[in-house]
């Protein structure tokens, strides 16, 4: 289901335009910084989901939805309070002009600024005075050495700024355009971890095209290095993008509110973290991370207009690689899927034209998209706990509240 929303959302975002600057809306450099962990976090959530009762990964996911939903209606919250006092400042400051077109002070101070220029006379230079300020003083070695230096260095400088003038056209006009070069990494790595879990296979040795079977050497080798080769690109990249934004200020780029700016590389493994966290949701939840990805996006100070894209063309990728393990390990329900992802795939392609449309009429900002995000997903987690207490007590979950947890070896 997810994965069908987030195909035609991207296939949509991807041509659209940022809302203040002249470049595409989709942000790579958030992909690149954040996709790979993510990616890396699906496999053990996928091997957790397929050992945990039920019950359990219901219950989780309760929490994860109370609690993102809190978070993400809070910051929704201050985002609306921010625009309404936007809104109203804007309003007091076109009733002051206003006022003061209907007044006659714009004619007098014309009128003085006249006068003034009326008055002013040239200023005579006196060259004898120029010549006794100078003195007469001749020209030494060491004066000429100085001077020398100083048309020396001030070349330097123009040759710098010049250099950085250069450096700043340039970024300007490729961040107009999309980075090919960060979505060809990205599927590179997809690539890479999809050839890891087909060799994986399922849970028997049959399931495997090179014969592994679980609970071997190799197969725990298949299930540690998605995780830990998706943490390694995250943080190289994190590292990457930090050094990018030292250049990027020394060049004298202008970031706008909401980009990200890694002026410091201490808190990247604080995102590289949380990229784990909501790959191994996604597998675990089956929520395709854009639960926790959103609010941390949110919490980072993306725009929203922009956070919600980004969301998607991440989920595109944690989603998809979520299905297919899951088909691998055969607990893909092809006749469900194919209802559901009908479904949201209508879904999101209403969204991403009428919701754009519905604020551009209304005049409304970014945090109605996040005060609807913080409404979905709060009424999702009540329909959850409604489902998990319903089949408990009629014991539709592993025969009622049973904590056994399900075997992986012995395929």
């Not at 006022?99 to 040239?122: I, L």
């Not at 299930?223 to 830990?228: A, F, G, Q, R, S």
């Not at 519905?358 to 945090?367: A, H, P």
């Amino acid at each position: 289901m997810i994965l069908a929303g987030a195909i035609p959302a991207t296939a949509i975002n991807l041509w659209k335009c940022h809302p203040t600057r002249d470049r595409p809306l989709l942000d790579f450099d958030i992909a690149l910084l954040l996709v790979p962990a993510t990616l890396g976090g699906t496999t053990p959530g996928v091997l957790l989901n397929v050992l945990f009762p039920e019950w359990l990964v219901s219950t989780l996911l309760v929490v994860l939805l109370t609690y993102t939903a809190q978070k993400t209606l809070r910051k929704g919250s201050n985002e609306w309070r921010k625009e309404m006092e936007a809104k109203r400042r804007q309003r007091m400051l076109a009733a002051a002009v206003a006022a003061e077109a209907a007044t006659d002070r714009g004619a007098e101070v014309n009128a003085a600024a006249a006068e003034v220029v009326g008055m002013a006379t040239p200023v005579e230079v006196d060259s004898e005075v120029v010549v006794t300020m100078l003195g007469d003083e001749p020209v030494t070695d060491d004066s000429a050495a100085a001077s020398t230096a100083g048309v020396e260095a001030s070349k330097a400088s123009n040759s710098a700024d010049a250099a950085a003038a250069a450096a700043l056209a340039t970024i300007v006009k490729d961040e107009k355009h999309i980075n090919y070069k960060i979505l060809i990494a990205l599927c590179c790595l997809w690539v890479f971890l999809f050839v890891v879990a087909f060799l994986r296979g399922g849970t028997g040795a049959s399931s495997s095209p090179v014969g592994i079977a679980p609970c071997l050497n190799a197969y725990w080798t298949l299930i540690v290095c998605p995780p830990l080769v998706g943490v390694v690109a995250s943080y190289a990249a994190g590292i990457h993008l930090h050094r990018q934004c030292l250049h990027r200020l020394r060049v004298g780029y202008s970031y706008t509110e909401g980009d990200l700016r890694l002026e410091t590389a201490a808190w990247i493994w604080r995102y590289v973290a949380w990229a784990l966290g909501a790959g191994l949701g996604s597998g675990l939840l089956g929520i395709g991370g854009g639960m926790i990805l959103g609010p941390l996006l949110l919490e980072l100070g993306v725009n929203p207009r922009v956070s919600a894209p980004v969301t998607h063309y991440m989920v595109l990728f944690t989603s998809s690689m979520t299905v297919i393990q899951f088909a691998i390990l055969g607990q893909l329900l092809l006749w469900h899927t194919s209802w559901f992802a009908g479904l949201c795939l209508a879904a999101s392609v209403t969204s991403a034209v009428g919701l754009v449309a519905v604020l551009k009429k209304w005049g409304l900002g970014g945090s109605v998209i996040v005060l609807c995000l913080g409404a979905v997903i709060g009424l999702s987690a009540v329909l959850v706990l409604v489902e998990l207490v319903t089949s408990g007590v009629s014991g539709g979950l592993n025969d009622g509240f049973s904590v056994g947890v399900r075997q992986l070896c012995g395929g």
